[in-house]
């Protein structure tokens, strides 16, 4: 197993601040990498049955604050560093796949003005097209709600995340089969965590050592 810092109230801000460069790397550099041409994905009739709503893009955004949302209100450390570190590797296995099998998808109309306007057009600055499948916002997510189901928190446990991976094809950021796929990769890298990682506690401070 990999040995690595356990996550607590103590330094989880310095654990999301690098979680997210961590993320920022290795998506953004999955996109500037192919081993193949992209390929762009054909929405399914569940697609074709989902209304393009651009005001979800909130709903969308909303991901960051789930995130270090569930990291924080997890119910224990163990839990919090579970959480964590399934991010991460589903980040790492999603890059991977982003690498060596890319897609795509064509980015719709947005509105230009109002702060919808302006929330589309941060969105479409910092994000890629590229990147669709597996969907590492439904991946996300799910991950995320599993941290607050353990907490007890069932209804923000279901309902955020359910809401979150619904935006992704009411944007029309991702198809359906993007979804099922981050759901299934959720799933994974929650179930592998455990097996591959161990966490190690602070040592406690020697006060006579100190003296």
């Known amino acids: ?26 998506y953004l550099g999955a996109a500037a990498v192919h081993a193949r041409v992209p390929v762009t994905l054909s929405p399914s009739a569940v697609d074709a049955a989902t209304p393009y709503l651009d005001w979800s893009i909130w709903v969308y955004l909303t991901q960051f604050l789930l995130l270090p ?8 450390d163990g839990d919090r560093s579970r959480a ?10 999603a890059a991977a796949v982003f690498v060596t099998w890319p897609t795509r998808l064509e980015r719709p109309a947005v509105p230009e003005t109002g702060l919808t306007g302006l929330a589309w057009a ?3 600055a910092a994000d890629t097209q590229l990147n669709c499948f597996p969907s590492l916002h439904a991946a996300l997510a799910a991950i995320a709600g599993g941290a607050l189901w353990r907490a007890g928190r069932r209804a923000a446990a279901l309902a955020w995340p359910a809401l979150v991976v619904a935006s992704t094809l009411s944007t029309k950021q991702h198809v359906f089969v993007d ?10 890298a929650w179930t592998l965590t455990p097996r591959l990682f161990r966490y190690e506690r602070p040592k406690p401070v020697d006060d006579a050592a100190r003296i």
Not at 69 to 76: F, K, N, P, S, W
Not at 84 to 93: D, E, F, H, Q
Not at 179 to 188: H, I, P, Q, S, W
Request: charged letters at 5%; a positive charge; aromatic letters at 8%.
């Open 1 to 26: 197993m990999i040995a690595v810092p356990l996550v607590h109230p103590a330094n989880q801000g310095r654990a999301l601040a690098l979680g997210y460069l961590a993320f920022t790397a290795l």
């Open 69 to 76: 949302a569930a990291i924080v209100l997890a119910r224990d």
């Open 84 to 93: 964590y570190y399934a991010m991460l590797a589903a980040t790492v296995i």
């Open 122 to 124: 941060v969105l479409y």
């Open 179 to 188: 979804a099922v796929g981050g759901l299934a990769l959720a799933a994974l």
